[in-house]
């Protein structure tokens, strides 16, 4: 095992532990999983009341949505080294600290999937989704897909306001509402102009959720493939942003000796 991946691998065992303080299983499946649960089935029954087919739309985005939601958990979680006080220690190791706070929030990825999947499964009646062992297989895979992504941008804004911690939650939560505008969870993207949808175009979610969409539709096929690549470049081009921009402080910070990233 090389030493890159090493570091990556306890850095995501650090965050899981730091998860574990926060949740048992029966806390998360009691009280977070339901309250996610609920979330999605008010949205649902809105959609209920909209129309034919409005039901099935908006479960669906919601689910989605959600994934991407834990995804931008990262923006706040990545500043916990900072306010734990042990972002001073990172940079004056031997290992790099953007490899740690990369992977210390990788815990939100396997819990946006289960919150999103799992609300799909149990709400499916609700607004007539038939699902098939094939499309929960390939929904499950996309699902990750978003979580991936949106993790990504999530720890790009997560390197910006890495020395400004009390702008995490702002920060993070006003990106995930332009997702909810722009990115089709709500209403198609072509519903909000063309400028607001070509900002869609460019932000994690959009595409990923037209392919889950057209998967569930059971018209998978060569377009699903190509939405799916153009939300993995997306994801990878924030993913880009983000080590670029954790390098940068990270030189900046050992170079002159300030080690916490302040200036």
Not at 125 to 140: E, N
Request: hydrophobic share 55%; net charge neutral; aromatic share 8%.
């Amino acid at each position: 095992m090389s030493g890159r991946t090493q570091v990556l691998r306890w850095a995501a065992r650090a965050g899981a532990a730091d998860y574990g303080t926060m949740f048992t299983w029966k806390t998360w499946l009691l009280g977070w999983f339901v309250r996610m649960l609920a979330q999605v089935l008010f949205f649902t029954t809105i959609g209920d009341l909209l129309g034919p087919g409005q039901a099935r739309y908006l479960l669906i985005g919601n689910a989605v949505a959600l994934v991407a939601l834990h995804g931008m958990f990262a923006t706040a979680s990545t500043t916990w080294e900072l306010q734990n006080g042990t972002l001073a220690l990172l940079v004056a190791s031997p290992s790099s600290p953007t490899l740690v706070l990369l992977g210390r929030s990788l815990f939100w990825l396997p819990d946006g999937v289960a919150c999103g999947l799992g609300a799909i499964l149990i709400l499916a009646p609700v607004a007539d989704l038939h699902l098939t062992v094939t499309s929960v297989v390939l929904l499950a895979l996309l699902l990750v897909l978003v979580a991936v992504t949106s993790y990504c941008l999530g720890l790009f804004l997560g390197s910006l306001v890495l020395t400004a911690a009390d702008l995490r939650n702002v920060v993070s939560n006003a990106a995930f509402t332009v997702m909810l505008i722009v990115c089709g969870p709500e209403v198609p993207a072509s519903a909000v102009g063309p400028v607001l949808g070509r900002l869609g175009d460019v932000l994690p979610l959009t595409h990923g959720l037209l392919a889950v969409r057209e998967v569930l539709a059971g018209d998978a096929g060569a377009g699903t493939a190509a939405l799916a690549g153009w939300e993995t470049l997306i994801g990878a081009c924030w993913l880009g942003a983000a080590l670029a921009v954790l390098g940068w402080r990270e030189r900046r910070s050992r170079r002159d000796g300030a080690a916490l990233f302040l200036s």
